[in-house]
């Protein structure tokens, strides 16, 4: 079965550093996606994770860690335009499993 | 990146009617796509993978008779809502995967919000 499991909303200031975490119990686990998506628009690819550890892509970085089931996205110099919901999936059994998404509000 | 079109972007129908949604990959070919439907505030929820040249496989719940799919070419897969309804209302958004870059990445369409009066 596949269970994802993220934080809902949160508010943060232009220029700071937000953490969003994500759970999974996953059958066949081969992979942790993250997207974002903007109201109305259909997700667009940030980052995958398949290995334990940090990738680093810009002012986006994710991390996961196979063993405790868990991974986070970490967004650098936040920027009004990263106003926008991000949403965790977790690849396996041929599928993908999408968390519920956490609303981030970026506020000047 | 990979860019996956989807078409039409908006249509509203009366109910009783088909609707039929396009999902093209247009610079890679793409021997997997997946049909998603989102509704408000709402996690995507996988409804069918669709495989060239074969049956879909439809996810538990998701009606195959209602929900038609067929994935004729490497690059098109179309999902038609036959006999829609007012609880069909919904966004359907397609992913193609680029199986050349070894990463099974999904690349999604634009969507197509759907309302059924």
């Known amino acids: 079965g596949q269970n994802i499991d993220q934080p809902t909303e949160m508010t943060a200031t232009e220029g700071a550093i937000v953490q969003i975490n994500c759970t999974y119990q996953t059958s066949g686990f081969n992979g942790l996606f993250w997207y974002q998506q903007h109201a109305g628009e259909a997700p667009t690819f940030l980052s995958y994770n398949v290995l334990d550890g940090l990738e680093e892509k810009g002012r986006f970085s994710s991390f996961l860690s196979r063993s405790k089931g868990y991974s986070y996205l970490l967004l650098k110099e936040l920027q009004m335009k990263d106003s926008a919901s991000y949403l965790c999936?977790?690849?396996?059994?041929?599928?993908?499993?999408f968390g519920k998404g956490n609303q981030v509000v970026v506020i000047p | 990146g990979a860019v996956v079109s989807q078409h039409p972007s908006r249509v509203i129908c009366k109910s009783g009617t088909s609707v039929k949604i396009e999902c093209r990959s247009l610079?890679?070919?793409?021997?997997?796509m997946f049909w998603y439907r989102q509704f408000p505030k709402q996690s995507l929820m996988l409804m069918a993978t669709s495989n060239e040249g074969s049956k879909a496989t439809y996810e538990q719940g998701v009606e195959k008779d209602k929900f038609l799919i067929n994935h004729a070419s490497l690059t098109l897969s179309t999902l038609t809502v036959t006999s829609a309804h007012p609880e069909d209302s919904s966004f359907y958004i397609c992913?193609?995967?680029?199986?050349?870059?070894?990463?099974?990445?999904?690349?999604f369409g634009p969507g197509t919000r759907l309302t059924v009066l």
């Open positions: 992913s193609a995967r680029e199986a050349a870059e070894g990463t099974d990445t999904q690349y």
């Open positions: 610079d890679f070919q793409a021997t997997t």
């Open positions: 999936a977790a690849y396996g059994n041929n599928r993908l499993a």
